[in-house]
């Protein structure tokens, strides 16, 4: 495998561990199925570009999208709570639409950003210090905030939801405000592919969560998530063995068009490991 393709590997793997943060959020500390990141992910690169584009320094553009995303996780959990919606079916709907909504902010399929000024250049080291920078004000933040009193709680709403509602915890507060947070993240991650690539596509978003969940499974098939250090390490961990394996199988020969096949492949494995090794996905 090339040089090159260990890099980008690399560089990818860090922005995919950013989506693979934003799915553990739910999925581990909330017990949540949420699918939002399919339509949050692309949201977030459409905005970026679009402001971009339009003149916006990177440095706005990047909260702003986030935002946006991180409203769009705020819906879903309102949809699931308020209406009675089962969670994933929330997500889908929620994402299916907002593939309409990104067309309709972008006005055309795709954008290009060759000539905008973003956060990346043309110095690859540079580049991942800069990914590796926002990695860590995105992760290190929530770690700490998960040892709080606060955290706590919003980690007993995942762990034992009745004995959360015993203890006068709100369910729907602490759901909404995973779900925000996860959203930002996928948003976050979606802005900063656009700038890495310098080019936004309305179909960036397809499959992504699978992406995401296969990276979070294999970082907690490597180290396990027994204690909360494991939980945090590991979507980072996998997001990078994750995006190698990927880069190894290109290089010897996978066509792209089978990748997705491939990630499939990978989760379902995984899934088959870890129940055969007694615990639970």
Known sequence: MSTDLIINGLQQ???LAIIAYGIMIPFRF??????????????????????????IPASIAIPISMMCA????????????????????????????????????MGRPNIALFDCAGLFGANIGYNMLIIVAILAVCVIPFAVFLRTDFGLRFRAVGLNPSLARQQKISIEKYTVFGL???????????????QLQNYMDVGIGVGILI????????GEAIIGNATLNRQLVAPLLGALVYQQVQGIALSMGLAPSDLKFFTGSIVLLVIAFKKNGGKNV
């Open 30 to 55: 909330l017990d949540f199925s949420d699918l939002t990141a399919d339509g949050a992910y692309p949201l977030g690169g459409a905005i970026c570009a679009v402001c971009m584009s339009s003149g």
């Open 180 to 194: 925000f947070i996860a959203g930002t993240m996928f948003g976050l991650a979606g802005s900063l592919i656009v």
């Open 211 to 218: 992406h995401g969940l296969a990276s979070l499974m294999i």
């Open 13 to 15: 793997g860090l922005i």
């Open 70 to 105: 991180g409203i769009m996780g705020i819906c879903t959990a309102l949809i699931h709570l308020k209406f009675r919606v089962n969670s994933m079916l929330a997500g889908i709907i929620l994402s299916t639409m907002a593939y309409s909504v990104n067309l309709r902010i």
